[in-house]
């Protein structure tokens, strides 16, 4: 199975930015989108981005377009999540996973936590 390490979380304050970073085993997967995800104590996880990747179309949720700006690097199966004006909303468990996800892909998240 793809193996995914997520990284760059911490705490920050509201309207601050945090960059994570998601490491990926491999290139060659069963969908060609990427995404980050996120979940927060007691509700379900959601996907706040996409990617494509070989073609580095994006989209974005409603809740997160215009703060977070989801790229990669193809040598490296990296995908990275800059996130600008951080809301406490924001704070949540975020992974990075296939889009649609696979079940057994799902790491340990990196937490990200925003103070008023």
């Known amino acids: 199975q793809v193996q995914l390490v997520e990284s760059g979380g911490g705490l920050v304050q509201a309207g601050g930015s945090l960059r994570l970073s998601c490491a990926a085993s491999g290139r060659t997967f069963s969908s060609p989108f990427m995404g980050w995800f996120r979940q927060a104590p007691g509700k379900e996880r959601e996907c706040v981005a996409s990617?494509?990747?070989?073609?580095?179309?994006?989209a974005y949720a409603d809740s997160v377009k215009g703060r977070f700006t989801l790229s990669r690097d193809t040598a490296k199966n990296t995908v990275y999540l800059q996130m600008n004006s951080l809301t406490v909303e924001d704070s949540a468990v975020y992974y990075c996973n296939l889009q649609p996800p696979i079940r057994d892909a799902w790491g340990q998240g990196t937490l990200v936590t925003v103070s008023a």
């Open positions: 990617i494509h990747w070989l073609t580095g179309l994006t």
